[in-house]
């Protein structure tokens, strides 16, 4: 979307910055700000998913459009993460009446930030955008719930789980795979191994040779006796 800068009054734009700055520097519980210096009629937020949800543990991004009417006329809303929930459209657009018939130049953007977040906890299937999760809602609690918690899984969590942690099954690399005291190890044993055999071998020269020694003392001797 174009930006609204260039045609919202001075004295708008005034009023816009102070209170983005504000929300910044103070912004509601479980939400965070993230005010753009070059366009400030585009207001990125992101908006963790309340406990007791199927949202629980998501963080939701989301911005604000100021419309060149803007504050006669609401911004627009628009979750950038994709989330089932029935006043949330395909396309990320949100269905919430303070964005609607209900807004008011004096309610400001907090105000809609709040509202939009209660939207996660109390969602309203009459003015559903998503019709499958507005059914849902009403007549299958359990599988709504199942499906928006699996979506938050999947696109709110950001690979906070097992993604960015070291797999505990499979291969792992060797410890000590770097450190020479430790590889002499492998070969060590191999060298016990030779050096085993070589002393078996030995010993058991050793036990021919003495038979041997044996043998050709008796043939000596018996010779000896024939000389006699």
């Known amino acids: 979307m174009n930006s609204n800068v260039e045609n919202l009054p001075p004295q708008v734009l005034r009023l ?3 209170e983005v700055s504000a929300l910044a520097a103070d912004p509601p519980e479980g939400i965070k700000i993230y005010p753009s210096e070059e366009d400030i009629t585009e ?5 963790e998913g309340p406990e007791g949800t199927p949202y629980a543990g998501g963080v939701f991004r989301m911005r ?3 419309g060149k009417d803007f504050p006669a006329a609401p911004p627009r809303g628009y979750f950038l993460t994709k989330i089932f ?3 949330v459209g395909h396309k990320g657009e949100i269905c919430v009446n303070v964005l609607k018939r209900d807004w008011k130049a004096e309610l ?3 105000h809609v930030l709040l509202t939009i977040k209660c939207l996660l906890i109390h969602p309203n299937p009459e003015s559903a955008l998503n019709e499958e999760a507005g059914r849902l809602l009403l007549e299958d609690y359990k599988e709504y719930a199942s499906r928006a918690h699996l979506l938050t899984e999947i696109h709110a969590m950001g690979g906070t789980s097992g993604a960015l942690q070291e797999p505990a099954d499979g291969p792992q690399p060797k410890k000590h795979a770097g450190d020479p005291s430790k590889r002499v190890a492998g070969p060590g044993l191999a060298t016990n191994g030779v050096t085993n055999n070589l002393s078996n071998s030995s010993s ?3 036990s021919s040779s003495n038979t ?6 008796k043939t000596d001797k018996k010779r000896a006796l024939r000389r006699l």
């Open 204 to 206: 058991s020269g050793t």
């Open 16 to 18: 816009v910055y102070k």
């Open 85 to 87: 929930h029935p006043n």
């Open 43 to 47: 207001l990125h937020t992101a908006i």
């Open 212 to 217: 041997n020694i044996v043998a050709k003392k």
């Open 108 to 110: 400001g953007l907090r």
């Open 64 to 66: 604000l459009v100021l």
